[in-house]
């Protein structure tokens, strides 16, 4: 039997290109995913508001996953809901932003997105200062730019640490979170599909290009690296046989979508 697939996916540096954030190259391949009915789930460090922009601006709908695995949102009129479901996970972004404040006053050198207005995160992201705005609406996740040493992100880590936080190095900034990750809410949608499609077998493709997709890639069932800035740090066991792509960005995600589509005999 043909199993059904499900893709999840990162979007900058991966569906969107690093520098212009444009999804142009990976059309054929989105296309052909719409075709055959094929989930395509956005999971990424964006927010929930940059998310729902993207899909309409993409002519798509459906669920998504924001912030690094933060809130799994369901859209009204998708897996059965009559209405939107927002689930969150982890921390709250108040703890977060009151946690890594009490490390500036030890020394912490670092800028976040509550100390950058959406014209400064427009200059360092190459968004519209109406997409920045968008990006400084958040959830649980405060996005920052280290001014410190190796030495002192060390050090600002492992305090994060001891207060039930971690620090993950995204495609442009590093981001401190709760203790959830990316692969939290693939599952969490994984077991929602599964309820959908009955006792139909289900492959999951995951696609990222950094540390921070990591544990999304190895809960895939197909982990997909796409070539980026930082892909040549996700290392992942040799028994998961991950697909790595050969172009950079969309260019590489729509090889490699196409590929697996091809090799799972769909059309």
Not at 99 to 124: K, M
Not at 184 to 196: D, I, M, P, V
Not at 210 to 229: F, H, K, T
């Amino acid at each position: 039997m043909q199993p059904r697939l499900i893709v999840f996916t990162d979007l900058d540096g991966t569906l969107l290109d690093h520098d212009s954030y444009s999804w142009r190259a990976a059309k054929p391949a989105m296309a052909r995913l719409g075709a055959n009915g094929i989930p395509l789930i956005f999971n990424s460090s964006k927010t929930a508001a940059e998310i729902s922009e993207l899909q309409s601006m993409m002519g798509l709908r459906g669920p998504f996953i924001a912030e690094n695995g933060a809130a799994v949102v369901i859209p009204a009129g998708c897996l059965g809901n009559a209405e939107e479901e927002v689930v969150h996970v982890g921390r709250s972004y108040e703890e977060v932003v009151r946690t890594i404040l009490v490390q500036r006053e030890s020394g912490a050198q670092f800028r976040s997105f509550d100390d950058l207005s959406a014209e400064q995160v427009a200059a360092l992201t190459r968004l519209s200062v109406t997409e920045a705005a968008r990006a400084k609406q958040r959830l649980a996740t405060v996005p920052l730019v280290w001014d410190g040493t190796e030495e002192e992100l060390a050090q600002f880590r492992a305090a994060l640490e001891l207060e039930g936080l971690k620090l993950v190095q995204g495609g442009r900034f590093w981001h401190a979170m709760g203790t959830f990750d990316k692969a939290e809410g693939a599952r969490f949608l994984l077991k929602r599909y599964q309820e959908h499609f009955g006792e139909e077998p289900i492959v999951t493709i995951a696609l990222g290009d950094s540390p921070n997709d990591q544990c999304m890639l190895e809960a895939a069932d197909v982990p997909v690296v796409i070539r980026g800035v930082n892909s040549d740090q996700v290392q992942l066991p040799s028994s998961r046989h991950a697909m790595r792509s050969l172009k950079p960005g969309p260019e590489g995600w729509n090889e490699c979508v196409l590929n697996l589509l091809f090799e799972y005999g769909y059309q």
